[in-house]
């Protein structure tokens, strides 16, 4: 039952931006309120899946990697609220910024039913998949759609840290794997 | 007692001479800048003299560091500040960024002759 349910919370996740890039064929591009809605959205679910492992997680290299998250997601995200506040767009909720809500809401539950090398496992597991999910809608969706000029910019300068991001991300999964946990 | 007064205002004075004669030709510790951006430090790989002053400017979104372990460390570098560090000891030393660990660049400190073009 249990795995039944983690498949599908995972299933809804991975197949989330899929949903999206096919959306996006059939209807129109999201709008630049919409990518406020998802950036700011993207990094949130990120720093509560964060706070919740730098918590919990008794591993060192977790614990300090779900600092940095925390730490670099809000940093991205104010920088995304100063841009809109400048920009005077008011984020606008869509399919994709509910979707993602959604996704990092079962994670949570997930991890919640969690202790030690599995939690550490699936949380890093977990976070492999979301920076591939993110860094493939920043190049399919967001950079591509963004009509301002700025808000293009503020994606395409956060990028770089969701590749290294990913990159230490997998480090941690390999590591973990590693020592057989 | 008066000549050795007069003698250590005769060397006060050869000394601030022998300065103004010389101070404009020896070599002023050059500055040298690494921009951190798009989770890079660039350039990658600097090369300083000792006494070399190195600037490192962040320029991404997030917060870096720049840490040679065992010999220099700039602690939190926050988006959009800068720290400072003047090379003394001659040496190769690989840096990173300790909260980026795909962050890595080399900072080679050469023994300064003091004899170069500054900038």
């Known amino acids: 039952m249990k795995h039944t ?15 999206d890039a096919r959306a996006q064929q059939a209807a129109a591009a999201p709008t630049d309120p919409q990518i406020a809605a998802i950036v700011v959205t ?22 300090s990697f779900a600092h940095l998250m925390v730490t670099d997601h809000t ?28 996704g990092g809401g079962e994670n949570i539950a997930k991890l919640k039913t969690l202790k030690g090398a599995a939690f550490d496992k699936a949380y890093v597991d977990h976070e492999v998949a979301y920076h591939e999910a993110v860094l493939d809608a920043i190049d399919k969706t967001l950079i591509p759609d963004a009509q301002n000029a700025e808000l293009k910019a503020l994606l395409v300068k956060v990028r770089p840290a969701f590749v290294a991001h990913l990159e230490h991300a997998k480090h941690l999964q390999s590591e973990l794997g590693s020592k057989g946990e | ?36 951006e798009g989770m890079q430090f660039s350039p990658p790989s600097v090369t300083a003299e000792a006494g070399d002053e190195i600037v490192w400017v962040n320029k991404d979104l997030v917060a870096h560091t720049a840490t040679a372990a065992g010999r220099f460390d700039s602690r939190t570098i ?36 003091g004899r170069r073009n500054t900038k």
């Open chain 1, 5 to 19: 349910l983690c498949a599908a919370a995972a299933l809804a996740f991975f197949s989330l931006l899929s949903i």
């Open chain 1, 42 to 63: 993207a990094n949130q679910v990120d720093i509560d899946a964060g706070k919740l492992a730098a918590a919990r997680s008794h591993n060192k290299d977790v614990k």
């Open chain 1, 75 to 102: 940093s991205v995200n104010k920088s995304a609220a100063d841009l809109v506040h400048k920009l005077n767009v008011t984020p606008e909720d869509n399919p994709t910024s509910q979707s993602l809500k959604q």
């Open chain 2, 1 to 36: 007692m008066s000549s050795s007064a007069f003698g250590a205002r005769a060397a006060v004075f050869a000394a601030a001479f022998v300065c103004a004669l010389l101070g404009p030709q020896v070599a002023r510790a050059a500055k040298h800048v690494v921009t951190i």
């Open chain 2, 78 to 113: 926050a988006p959009g500040h800068t720290w400072r560090y003047v090379a003394r000891v001659p040496g190769n030393y690989a840096y990173e960024c300790t909260l980026h660990p795909t962050m890595k660049a080399t900072l080679v400190v050469e023994k300064g002759n």
